[in-house]
Nanobody
Framework: QVQLVESGGGLVQAGGSLRLSCAAS????????MGWYRQAPGKQRELVAA???????DYADSVKGRFSISRDNAKNTVYLQMNSLKPEDTAVYYC???????????????????WGQGTQVTVSS
């Protein structure tokens, strides 16, 4: 009943930019932190950037100064602006949200960890 849908991935040359979007929909009571993770072939999934409900951000060292995360709480949407892309940024990017589903349906205010389906970002050299 809760869905995260990503968009904005694609193929770009090194030095280029992409903007990812992720919209949360469904029976949602509230959303705490939202973030972006990525997983390259043969590697573990890693945190790229995260943002709290009040706008505090955190970035992986490898993307600091190049990527920027933001969110629109009214739209339950998180964005990732990626600039100066490098071939090593190539990965599947996943949206994540720590959210509370509607307690009318779950009977609890406990948060859950929700994931999008992933969007491919490929940076060519």
């Amino acid at each position: 009943q809760v869905q995260l849908v990503e968009s904005g991935g694609g193929l770009v040359q090194a030095g280029g930019s992409l903007r990812l979007s992720c919209a949360a929909s469904g029976l949602i009571f509230s959303i705490n932190a939202m973030g972006w993770y990525r997983q390259a072939p043969g590697k573990q999934r890693e945190l790229v950037a995260a943002i709290t409900s009040d706008g505090r951000t955190d970035y992986a060292d490898s993307v600091k100064g190049r990527f920027s995360i933001s969110r629109d709480n009214a739209k339950n949407t998180v964005y990732l602006q990626m600039n100066s892309l490098k071939p090593e940024d190539t990965a599947v990017y996943y949206c994540n949200a720590d959210l509370v589903p509607d307690p009318l349906y779950t009977g609890t205010y406990d948060p859950i960890d929700s994931w999008g389906q992933g969007t491919q970002v490929t940076v060519s050299s």
